[in-house]
């Protein structure tokens, strides 16, 4: 294999289990590098227990601020703020972190001087190795919004990690819901594993998140978790994504050893082995494996 091929899991938001099962292809992977890109909410190393060997801050841009003391409200940094990144609200001229790109134009204009860009480092990357092989993954700052840019570093990284170790897989937890930080994850993914409950609501988010990966031409499979939980449901989402051509690789029974791995640290391939959650998601990695060396067969 040239290069290694790139396995995203996700959700239409959290709490589907996906977490669990990243965990457990992980352990089934054998020569793979692994990332966690929930830069949100990273929890894959709680169960993988990764030893870290080096972190590094990651530079998330600047932005500008305003001292309200030496401004004379002019206006002139609103007037050329071409991002709109600067508002007029109860007299006071303020910056919307949000908007603003922090390329200090602003700064220049000021005649007062009342302008400075400060750098935002607050977000963290994590090069650690764990029993299933290298692993990295990021942490956003608080208030950071940023995440969409962490996750691309964090992709580069494994990439690069894996090229080196030549690993046949990068195997990514990835951010659930379908923002930012998700378009940043599947771009340029080769398949995407989605993980839905059988609600109704999980299959309106199953639904957004594959008319997100659609727009990317990445290939999609999805994985019902809790399947048994409401069989009605299970059966209406396989016979949409049977409508849509998107295949069904395998379907979790509701099993309680799932959160007992998860509080222990571990997959619950090495927790419950024999159990049914370990069997299928041991089906599934086969057949994820097989759609690498055959992929029209997904
Ligand atoms: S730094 Fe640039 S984007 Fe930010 S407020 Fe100033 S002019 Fe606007
Ligand atoms: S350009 Fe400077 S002085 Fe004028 S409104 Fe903006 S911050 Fe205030």
Known sequence: MEKPFEIVILSGKGGTGKTSVAASF???AENA???DCDVDAADLHLILTPE??????FDSGAKAVINTEKCTSC?????LCRFKAIELINDVYIIDEYACEGCGLCKEVCPEGAIDITKYEHNNIYFSDCRFGPMIYGRLGI???????LVAKIRKYAKEIAQKNNAAYIITDGPPGIGCPVISSVTGADMVVAVTEP??????????????????????SVIINKFDLNQYMTDMIENNLKEKAIKVTGKIPYDETMLHAQLEGKTINEFDPQGLPSKELSKIWNTIKSVIYEPKSI
């Open 199 to 220: 609600t109704l609501s999980g299959w309106h988010d199953l639904q957004r998140l594959i008319e997100l990966v659609d727009r990317f031409h990445t290939s999609v």
């Open 26 to 28: 992980a352990s089934m």
């Open 52 to 57: 870290i060997y080096r972190s590094e801050t």
């Open 143 to 149: 208030a950071e919004e940023n995440s969409g840019k």
């Open 33 to 35: 590098v692994l990332t």
């Open 75 to 79: 206006g002139l940094c609103m007037e």
